[in-house]
């Protein structure tokens, strides 16, 4: 059972064989490819991108993922020592370590604000970043579907009130995309990053990057290649961005097929798929928060397809960030369940994410639950 999309995606047989089709053609005919029709294909899977998330085409940039998204923000601004970098205790951890780096470099000041968890209401979120603004504060990197807790952040509320104090607003919006009905002029936020091969379930390695139009002078690939000083007619984040150097681009050109096809699954297309999959996220949360005896850690108002649920503190502490979790891998082995365990907030405890798309059933929801209490009772007995 696969309740864990929201790491990597899936991408649909029919998408892996188109992109399967343009792999072949550009090493029949690489120079063609590359030179003449990798321009044009790009802008027309562009267009079709821009029309998903609300946007103009000459602002989006497609990258690889909404990591290099947020560096080529990072790594573009110019900040001064004391400058202040606004970030969450639920932000990603690579994106963090981008801020890190760049605050190091710079002499600017990382700045971690602590979000309640279990949580109330969205208001809570919205007193807790709004207070941590001072007159240092540069830019806040917010994640607008927390990786741990599987949170939609109050956007609408935090953006406004951060650029009316001239704060810039970069969002990780690596769930955004396909989760959420997206329009990215409206959101208000200065850069949006999102990635597109998890819930749009394009190929590994598709995503895009928003730049507000007043500031998209301001933006450089994170590869400085030839577009770098490219004085044509074609927007310069497509100049500098669709070229860095020699690299696959057909994840990017499968994304309308991607989008086409998921729409298709449902009679009603987008709005149809991500309410159907947003209430089984909402049936599966209660029925795991019910087995397990626990109250729901958020409102209902703040989930989309994810959902984390609470478990009882760990017998043995968390190793590094990439060393899968014993009770992780006991699930996949015994159970054939592939769900994260996500240490949380500190290592004393720990919560099971869960996530459901157009593939996923209650029945699976229910086995999880069995399989929980079940090796919470092996791990009890172990102590």
């Known amino acids: 059972m696969f309740l864990n999309h929201g790491s990597f995606g899936a991408c649909t047989r029919d998408v892996l064989q188109l992109q399967s089709e343009l792999r072949a053609k550009l090493e029949r005919e690489p120079v063609q490819f590359m030179l003449y029709d990798r321009p044009r294909l790009l802008d027309e899977a562009r267009v079709r ?23 080529a923000v990072l790594r573009s601004m ?13 932000g990603y951890h690579a994106c963090d370590n981008a801020v890190r780096f760049v605050a190091e470099r710079t002499g600017a000041r ?3 604000v602590a979000l309640p968890f279990p949580l109330i209401s969205s208001e ?14 540069r830019l806040a990197l917010l994640d607008h579907v927390t990786s741990p807790t599987g949170l939609v952040m109050p956007l609408e509320r935090l953006i406004p009130g951060l650029e009316a104090r001239g704060v810039m607003t970069l969002v990780d919006g690596a769930h955004g995309p396909g989760m959420l009905d997206l329009n990215l002029p409206a959101l208000g936020a200065s850069f949006y990053t999102g990635n597109l091969h998890k819930w749009c379930c394009a190929p590994k390695g598709a995503a895009l990057l928003w730049v507000r139009p007043d500031l998209a ?15 044509g007619p074609r927007p310069r984040l497509w100049e500098e961005f669709d070229w860095m150097g020699t690299s696959d ?26 309410e159907a999959a947003r209430a089984l996220t909402l049936q599966a949360r209660d029925l795991l928060c019910q087995a397990l005896g626990v109250d729901a850690p958020a409102p209902d108002s703040m989930l989309g397809m994810l959902a984390a649920v ?10 590094s960030h990439f060393e899968p979790s014993p009770f992780a891998k006991a699930l996949f ?47 009890a007995a172990q102590t």
């Open 217 to 231: 002078g301001s933006i450089h690939a994170p590869i400085i290649s030839h577009g770098f000083d490219s004085t």
């Open 78 to 90: 110019r900040f001064e020592p004391g400058d202040e970098i606004l970030v969450t205790n639920q």
């Open 310 to 319: 609470p478990l009882p503190p760990p017998r043995v502490a968390p190793g």
């Open 110 to 112: 990382l700045v971690t």
């Open 124 to 137: 809570e979120v919205v007193l807790a970043v709004h207070g941590a603004v001072t007159k240092r504060t």
């Open 249 to 274: 681009p057909t994840p990017f050109l499968c994304v309308p097929a991607a989008l086409d096809g998921l729409a298709a699954m449902s009679p009603d297309g987008w709005p149809g798929l991500r």
């Open 333 to 379: 082995d015994r159970h054939s369940i592939e769900a994260p365990i996500v240490p949380w907030p500190d290592g004393a405890h720990r919560l099971v994410r869960i996530s459901a798309h157009v593939y996923n059933e209650r029945a699976e929801y229910e086995k999880v639950a069995a399989a929980l209490l079940e090796e919470l009772e092996r791990e």
């Open 49 to 71: 991108v821009a029309e998903f998330v609300g946007a103009a085409p000459e602002d989006l940039a497609f990258v690889p993922n909404a990591t290099s998204g947020v560096n």
